[in-house]
C-alpha cells in the first residue's frame, strides 16, 4: 500500500510539472512566478514577494502584488511588466523548449523582463543576450502553447 501511495503522490507531481509546462505562463506553488510581484522587478529593482489578498487573474494565471499600487500598475498593462517568454527560462525558450526558471535569474533589458533556468544557465544567456533573445523571440509563438 506504501508503495501504490508512493507511486501515485509521483504520477501526481510529473502530471502537474507536464500541465505547468503546457500553459502560456510559468507557474508554480499556483502562481506566476513563484508568487512575486512582476511590478517590483521594474519600480524596486528587487525580488519582492507579493501576497495572496493582493492578486489578479491574467492568462490563466494567478499574479500577487505586494502592493495594490502594483496590481493596479500591472492591471493597466500587462503586457508592460509580464516577463518575456511566459517567464519560462529564456536560454531554454532560444533552444527550442520551456524550461522552469528562478527568481534570482531575473535580467531587465530593454524595459523587459527576463528570467532564467539558474544562475548558471543565466551566465550562459548573459553571454550574447542578444542572439538569444531572437532566437528566443522567434521560436516562442510556437511554443506558448505547448
Not at 501504490?4 to 507531481?13: F, K, N, Q
Not at 528587487?46 to 493596479?72: C, E, H, M, T
Not at 550574447?128 to 522567434?138: G, P, R, S, Y
Request: proline share 3%; glycine share 4%; aromatic share 14%.
Amino acid at each position: 500500500m506504501k508503495k501504490i501511495m508512493t507511486l501515485a503522490v509521483a504520477v501526481i507531481l510529473v502530471s502537474s510539472q507536464l500541465h505547468a509546462q503546457k500553459a502560456e505562463i510559468f507557474s508554480a506553488e499556483g502562481k506566476a512566478i513563484r508568487g512575486y510581484d512582476v511590478v517590483a522587478f521594474f519600480t524596486e529593482s528587487a525580488s519582492v514577494k507579493g501576497f495572496d489578498s493582493i492578486s489578479y487573474n491574467w492568462k490563466d494565471a494567478l499574479w500577487v502584488f505586494s502592493s495594490p499600487a502594483n496590481r493596479q500598475l500591472f492591471i493597466a498593462n500587462p503586457e508592460k511588466y509580464a516577463p518575456q517568454y511566459g517567464g519560462y527560462c529564456a536560454y531554454g525558450t532560444a533552444d527550442g523548449h520551456k524550461a522552469p526558471t528562478q527568481v534570482n535569474t531575473w535580467t531587465i533589458l530593454n524595459n523587459k523582463l527576463y528570467f532564467n533556468y539558474n544562475n548558471k544557465v543565466k551566465e550562459l544567456w548573459s553571454k550574447n543576450t542578444v542572439e538569444f533573445i531572437k532566437l528566443a523571440d522567434e521560436k516562442w509563438p510556437a511554443l506558448k502553447n505547448n
